[in-house]
């Protein structure tokens, strides 16, 4: 349940970095606007590292990470170097939270093994007999969508199949049912658990807890209640949201964001090793530059021009913020050294 000190605050937002690589400026964009949200409405901001997948995050990169967020001028009220009344503010020291809550799911008969690999989920989601529409091919969160094939599997076919050195994830068991919340940018959004990819996994087959138990019992217990990131991860929420009338808890409000691509249309990853913060800083971009260029792509300023995060909390509003992905110039950089 949420802590009652985290709730002082009417709004609290959250930045929840994953620290598997540099920040390049699609992360500078969600970052920049989800600290806006919260400071225009007076509230704190909760800094979350989601360190939860071992074998991808670096310490140095979460260091990197802070570095930035504050190159940049944001600030937070809690976080790993703020310890305040809900940490630890790292999930890999979260781990106890998780195994606990996953039992209560597992006592509720909510919890199934599935032996699936996500080779095997591919295959079965291309056959003849698979799903149509929104509920074939991939998940919201790029994983297979999962046609229940484990879902009734009996006592023994578990048995046997852990007999073959078979490791199963863990999977919450849905409802057929339909989840419906009003994005703050997105708007109004009405979707099926079966839409955003059936049942779905809360614990890989290697033991690392699942990204979508993990920031669900994380914002629920730091008294998170407003959420904004990318809209690439839309359809995770009527999932998260679900997690939440599971666990008695009121979801916060959601604000999803167009997604930053590159000249050519693709979305930022970390091959575009020149789209880095660091990258950036070190071609002589100005942080002002950067928070200025973002903040007119947002409609928060008529036209580009140098400022820090600070001078735009008054006249910040989610309406402002287009629809559509926000397509960065080719010469980007040449572009904001010169704004700066």
């Not at 599935?114 to 291309?126: N, V």
């Not at 109004?188 to 779905?200: I, N, R, S, V, W």
């Not at 008695?248 to 249309?265: F, N, T």
């Not at 942080?287 to 007119?296: D, H, K, P, R, S």
Request: glycine residues 10%; negative net charge.
């Amino acid at each position: 349940m949420p802590n009652v000190e985290a709730q002082n605050c009417s709004v609290r937002g959250r930045l929840a970095p994953s620290p598997t690589g540099l920040m390049h400026l699609g992360n500078a964009w969600s970052f920049l606007l989800a600290w806006l949200a919260a400071r225009a409405a007076g509230g704190q901001v909760v800094l979350r590292l989601e360190d939860i997948d071992p074998e991808r995050s670096r310490r140095e990169f979460a260091d990197d990470i802070l570095r930035d967020l504050r190159w940049l001028g944001l600030d937070w009220d809690e976080g790993p170097d703020a310890p305040g009344p809900v940490g630890p503010y790292e999930q890999g020291l979260r781990l106890e939270r998780y195994a606990a809550a996953l039992d209560e799911l597992t006592s509720a008969g909510r919890i199934y093994p599935c032996f699936c690999t996500r080779k095997e989920l591919r295959q079965l989601a291309s056959a003849p007999h698979a799903p149509q529409g929104k509920a074939a091919g991939l998940a919201g969160d790029g994983s297979p969508a999962y046609p229940g094939a484990c879902r009734e599997l009996s006592v023994q076919d578990c048995a046997e199949l852990l007999r073959q050195g078979r490791r199963p994830a863990l999977r919450l068991r849905c409802d057929d049912t339909a989840i419906g919340f009003d994005d703050l940018v997105a708007g109004q959004q009405h979707m099926t658990l079966a839409e955003c990819g059936g049942d779905f996994a809360v614990r890989r087959s290697d033991g690392v807890f699942a990204y979508q138990l993990a920031v669900v019992l994380d914002d629920i217990a730091m008294g998170i209640t407003q959420v904004v990131r990318g809209d690439d991860i839309l359809t995770s929420t009527p999932r998260q949201i679900f997690l939440y009338r599971l666990l008695g808890a009121q979801p916060p409000q959601y604000a999803h964001l167009p997604l930053v691509l590159d000249h050519e249309g693709e979305r930022l990853a970390k091959r575009h090793q020149s789209l880095t913060l660091a990258e950036l800083r070190e071609a002589g971009v100005p942080a002002q530059a950067i928070t200025g260029y973002l903040a007119w792509r947002a409609g928060l300023l008529d036209s580009p021009r140098p400022c820090v995060p600070q001078d735009l909390v008054n006249g910040f509003a989610f309406a402002s913020i287009p629809a559509a992905a926000v397509r960065l110039p080719g010469d980007i950089a040449r572009v904001l050294r010169e704004l700066g």
